[in-house]
């Protein structure tokens, strides 16, 4: 039996990443200022999020990723109550500033590209325009994207 190699893809993954903070811990009283619960940390887990975690998946296939994204660190925190695996509540942390948008300059051939757009102002009309050109219409352009108006990818 031959078993043919299987291709390498190269995937151009563009996108707005964050890091997921999950905040486990224990509510065993309320407060004496206001009618919440007082959460008592017991340990911290520190995931991937948004398009690093989409670039996780797609390695764990074995593609080839080039990761585009923002340079401003974006945090979420989730604090869950593990008595009950229940999360209370959750705050972000720099999605308040500005981020820079995508300025595209490819170097290299793709079999693919991906965009995981979560709308945070790192994929614009126009950087999506720049990337489009630059790329050409030979290659396959997936987007999940959270914008309202998705007429910017009618291409793809």
């Avoid at 797609?58 to 109550?81: D, G, Q, T």
């Avoid at 593990?82 to 942390?93: G, I, K, P, V």
């Avoid at 489009?132 to 396959?140: E, F, K």
């Amino acid at each position: 039996m031959v078993i043919q190699q299987q291709k390498s893809w190269n995937v151009l993954l563009v996108g707005d990443s964050c890091e997921d903070v999950y905040h486990y811990g224990i509510c065993e009283r309320m407060s004496p200022e206001a009618p919440i619960p007082v959460f008592k940390e017991d340990h911290q887990r520190l995931k991937q999020g948004m398009s690093s975690n989409v670039r996780l998946n797609l390695e764990s296939f074995a593609i080839n990723v080039e990761h585009w994204h923002n340079r401003e660190k974006i945090r979420k925190h989730r604090f869950i109550e593990q008595s009950y695996n229940q999360q209370l509540f959750r705050f972000d942390e720099g999605e308040n500033s500005v981020v820079r948008p995508l300025e595209p300059v490819v170097s290299k051939a793709y079999d693919a590209i991906v965009i995981s757009d979560y709308n945070k102002g790192f994929i614009t009309p126009e950087s999506y325009q720049k990337l489009r050109a630059q790329v050409g219409s030979d290659i396959p352009i997936f987007v999940d994207s959270k914008k309202a108006d998705l007429s910017i990818f009618e291409d793809c």
